[in-house]
Every structure is written in structure tokens, then in C-alpha cells.
């Protein structure tokens, strides 16, 4: 979802076609369910053909993160020609996580005064190149600077494809369809880069878990980008924008920075909005830290021949069983919401499912652990749905997409300081019973900490402008 967010928030702040889009979230629905309620428009969407190249693009580039992040992962986290670090595990999760945060805010810049299939095609050919590379330095063992450098600047400009996707997007969907389509296309872009994390967890179970596989899986990504960038070829050098009144009202680096910080403003003055970011962030801070957890646990503690598998294959199961956590509570949250209270269902998912699954960790099974895993996907996601929301329904238009800038930028900041501090205080075994005490204590502090700061506010009031 971090992805999804992000990628709506940077067409937000970027064209007016997305601020028309946002204007069709005024009944307060989330994107999930508007989708669900939308296949109508899906199908339609999907006898477009320049929607379906649009969005094989998107597929093609996504499952190529997915197999070049996964190898990213082995090689530096269980390669046993490698020696991983605390310092290891933290700087692949800064790299990984840290572009998609400062970037996203900033390259509307060059997706408002320039052609967009050429700057998509273009990225996703270096993209290519600079995948290969990396490939390269992983074939022969090379994790210094000039690897962490190659690799975070290829997923930046995975960011920036990603980016221009979500500003091309209204031009191949027609206005009214904007919820669904967006929807739609960033759910199953997340989907398809699972799939592709989990066909190079597979290849490296056939090929070999060293430098030499991941090499060569995180070369076979370079198949995935080439085809989107040649699907961005197939289009009009204008047909997915910028048309001539974006390009002169487009703004500078100054400008962005500016607004960045008006929105921040603006969301500290609403309270429920303020509060429900500084408690997801609060949740993104500990899953920073279980992370670290979960990785020494399936790394060191679990047997290599049980019935649960162990090293980057348990991480595997336990990202799809943390989905599948994320899932239901995306499926169940909207009723549970209107029948208790968007603010009642944001602590009791802390109380009941991030607490809980805290407090799962401290049994030091792999059963209890994938448990574990699960009911904090349940928690974060349940809190997800609420806050985005709130926001919708209590931050005025013209403010909302910088803050979802701002809550991007904040939840992978506060999930990379959290692994920071796991990785340089945890035991490589991650067992420390006050570690999870205190997860399962910051919880609890969170949801009462909400809950008094949001009291007193209606969460169906109009936005306000300030």
C-alpha cells in the first residue's frame, strides 16, 4: 500500500487531471472497494487498448522489481558467501525503501514540462542497464559503495516510472473511471511484483543461494524492464501527456519543496489527521524493528529440514502471510468502521492484532511467528484504510495530495529508522523478550494516544481550507 499511496499522492500534487480524479473520492470509499464496486467500469477500461498497454507496462516493470529486489535481498541478507551485518541489513532496507520516499515528491517536475513516454522509456531502458551491472557486481561478490549506489539508483528510477504511470493514467482512463482504474492498476502492480519476489526466491532454491544465483536473477529482471520500456515505445510521443497548460503552470524543485511544507503545516491543524499519521508512523516504526526480527528469526532459528522452510524462502511465506493479513483487514474494515467508529477501529486493531502479534514473537515458533506476521498486516492495513479516509474526508482538496506526500515520506522514514535501531540492538537469534514487551507496549500507547487526540472530532465533517 506504501506504493499505491505514494503513487497517488505524486500525480496529486503534480496535474490537474488527478485533482479532478480526487474529487470522485468525496463519498469517502476506499480505493479497494470502489474498485470491487466498479468491475463494471474494469471491463470497460480493459477493451481500451491503450489502457491494456498502458497497464502491461506497468505489470512488465512491477514484476521486475519484485525479481530484482528479491535478489538485492538474498545477496545481502543470505548469501552464504556473505557474511551479512547489522550494518548490511540496514543500509539494503535505506536503499530499498529511502528513494521511494524522497523521490516520488520531486520528479513531477520533469513529468509536467516534458513527453512522458519518453521519459518512461528512456528510464526503463537505464533501468535495464544499471540492473545489469548490479548483476554483475552481485556475480563477483562486490557489496561495496558502488554497488548500494548502482542499485539505489535503479530503484529510483523505478520510482519515477511509477510516478509517471499514475500521471499518465487519465489519459487512457476516462474521468469517471479514475477510482476504479487506479485501484485496480496499483493492487495488482503490487500483486505481480510479489509474484516476481517469488520467482526469484524459486529460482534460487533451483539455481544455487550465492552470489553467482542471485547474479543471474537479478540480471533476468532486465527482462521485464525492457519490455515495459518497449511498450512505452508503442505510444504517441505526447499521448500520455503533459498537454500544453500542465507544461506552463508546471512547477520548480522550489516550488514542491514549498508546498511539501504548507501541506505539513496544513496537516498538523487538523487533528484527526495529524493524529492518525502520527499512528501509523508510530506502526511503521515498530514493523521496522519486528522486520529485523522476522529475517533473524527464519535466518537463524528455524531448522533447516521443518516443516516451515527457513532462510529468504520462510521471509517469502511470511510476506504472503502478512498479505493475506492485509487482505482480510482490507476486506472487513469498512463494515466493521461504520458500525463502531473509524477512531475505535484504529485502537482496537492496534490493541487487539499489533499488541497481540507482538506478544506472538516471544513463543519462538515458526507457526507463532507467521501468526505474528499475520495479525500485524492485519493491524497495519486496518489502520491503512481508516486514515486514508480521514484524510479524504477532513483535508481540504487542495491539500491532499501533498499530504499523502508527507505520509509516504514519513511511514518509510520511520520503517528505516526502526530497522536501524533492531539491527544494532537485536541478538542475531532475536530472542529479547523486552524487545517485543516494548513493541507490544508501543502499541498500547499509540492506541490511547489516538484516541485522546481524536475524540473530539467528527470524522464525517467537510474538509476545511486553511
Known amino acids: 500500500m506504501t506504493d499505491e499511496v505514494s503513487e497517488q499522492a505524486t500525480a496529486g ?12 473520492h468525496d463519498h469517502h470509499d476506499h480505493p479497494h472497494l470502489a474498485a470491487m464496486r466498479g468491475s463494471h467500469a474494469i471491463k470497460m477500461l480493459l477493451r481500451s487498448k491503450d489502457f491494456r498497454r498502458l497497464y502491461a507496462a506497468r505489470l512488465s516493470g512491477q514484476w521486475a522489481d519484485g525479481v ?17 551485518t547489522p550494518a548490511d541489513l540496514a543500509a539494503s532496507f535505506a536503499v530499498v525503501l529511502l528513494p521511494y520516499s524522497f523521490v516520488g515528491p520531486f520528479v513531477g517536475v520533469l513529468l509536467d514540462r516534458y513527453s512522458r513516454r519518453r521519459l518512461m522509456a528512456w528510464s526503463n531502458l537505464l533501468r535495464a542497464v544499471l540492473g545489469l551491472i548490479v548483476a554483475a557486481l552481485i556475480w563477483v561478490g562486490y557489496q561495496g559503495v558502488g554497488f548500494y549506489a548502482l542499485a539505489l539508483l535503479a530503484l529510483s528510477l523505478s520510482r519515477f516510472f511509477l510516478s509517471g ?29 510479489l509474484i ?70 496544513h496537516l498538523v491543524r487538523h487533528g484527526e489527521a495529524f493524529g492518525v499519521l502520527l499512528c501509523i508512523a508510530a506502526h511503521r516504526f515498530i514493523f521496522g524493528g519486528m522486520m529485523v526480527a522476522l529475517i533473524n528469526f527464519f535466518k537463524n532459528d528455524v531448522p533447516h529440514h521443518g516443516p516451515i522452510p ?18 482480510l483487514a482490507a476486506t472487513v474494515t469498512p463494515a466493521i468502521s461504520r458500525a463502531i467508529g473509524k477512531n475505535a477501529w484504529i485502537s482496537v486493531s492496534y490493541v487487539a492484532f499489533g499488541a497481540t502479534g507482538s506478544l506472538l514473537f ?3 515458533d515458526a507457526r507463532a511467528v507467521l501468526a505474528a506476521v499475520f495479525f500485524l498486516g492485519f493491524a497495519g492495513q486496518g489502520v491503512k484504510v481508516c486514515g486514508d479516509t480521514i484524510v479524504q474526508e477532513t483535508i481540504a482538496e487542495s491539500f491532499r495530495g501533498r499530504t499523502f506526500a508527507v505520509y509516504d515520506t514519513s511511514f518509510n522514514v520511520c520503517f528505516v529508522a526502526g530497522v536501524i535501531l533492531a539491527a544494532f540492538t537485536l541478538p542475531d537469534d532475536a530472542q529479547w523478550p523486552a524487545f517485543y514487551l516494548t513493541c507490544a507496549g508501543l502499541y498500547l500507547v499509540a492506541a490511547a494516544s489516538y484516541r485522546l487526540l481524536a475524540r473530539h472530532h467528527d470524522h464525517s465533517s467537510a474538509p476545511r481550507n486553511d
Request: hydrophobic share 45%.
Open 13 to 24: 500534487t503534480r496535474t490537474d487531471r488527478r485533482a479532478d480524479s480526487e474529487r470522485l
Open 68 to 84: 530484482f529486489q528479491a535478489s538485492l535481498a538474498g545477496t545481502v541478507l543470505f548469501n552464504p558467501q556473505q557474511a551479512a
Open 165 to 193: 504511470l499514475s500521471a499518465a493514467l487519465p489519459h487512457v482512463a476516462p474521468r469517471p473511471t479514475l477510482v476504479s482504474a487506479n485501484a485496480f492498476t496499483t493492487t495488482s502492480g503490487t500483486i505481480i511484483s
Open 196 to 265: 516476481g519476489g517469488g520467482c526469484a526466491i524459486g529460482l534460487s532454491n533451483l539455481i544455487s543461494q550465492s552470489s553467482h544465483g542471485y547474479g543471474a536473477i537479478a540480471a533476468m529482471s532486465a527482462i521485464g524492464t525492457l519490455l515495459a520500456a518497449w511498450l512505452m515505445s508503442r505510444f504517441g510521443v505526447m499521448a500520455l501527456g503533459p498537454d500544453h497548460t500542465q507544461r506552463e503552470s508546471a512547477s520548480g524543485i522550489g516550488d514542491i519543496a514549498r508546498g511539501m511544507w504548507a501541506g505539513a503545516k
Open 310 to 327: 527457513s532462510g529468504i524462502s520462510g521471509i517469502g511465506l511470511a510476506a504472503a502471510t502478512g498479505g493475506a493479513g492485509a487482505l
Open 362 to 364: 516471544l513463543l519462538a
